[in-house]
């Protein structure tokens, strides 16, 4: 259900946050081309990003699901006496601290994201005030590019929930298919 749901609703809110995108980088550049380049500047940092979180989110997701998968077997297998429970105990506390460190950076993308747009906006003013500033840039401009620089990082952290559902419904069917794949 979750894998239909993402490729059902993901899909078109990805199209539709890439529109948004669009839009926005096009008003930055008909307002001014450099501070537009400042606002794409984070983009960059934001791939680096993404792509080092990425790999850890799938593996911990994965671990996730390898516990989940190893104490419902066992629990399945071995519904008897008292040393059972002893041993669910430990089965259910490390699928606890793998679901832990999974949430753990998922939850990295949005303060990630926020964080970098937040250098972003940063740079508008001083790149604005002081590096292009000796009268070449109004108040207003600088003030117009930050707005939009705030819509610009919208559709991103958007994209990056989408993004985190994204990462956990493939550790999942990473193990479906490794369940299909053992031989009988």
Known sequence: NSVSDMLSNGLINIV???FNLLFIIIFMFMVDVQMALVVLCGVPVLAVFMFWIKNKQRKAW???SNKNSNLNAYLQENIVGARIAK???????????TWNTAVRYSNL?????DTISVFVRAAIFLFGLVIFGQGNKSLGTIV?????ASYFW???MNLGNIFNNFINNIAYLE????TIDEPV
């Open 16 to 18: 539709l946050e890439a």
């Open 62 to 64: 994965q671990a996730v």
């Open 87 to 97: 041993i669910f105990n430990g089965l259910s506390k490390e699928c606890r601290r």
């Open 109 to 113: 993308v949005w303060p990630g994201i």
């Open 144 to 148: 117009a590019i930050s707005s939009y």
């Open 154 to 156: 919208q559709p991103i």
């Open 175 to 178: 193990r479906i298919f490794e």
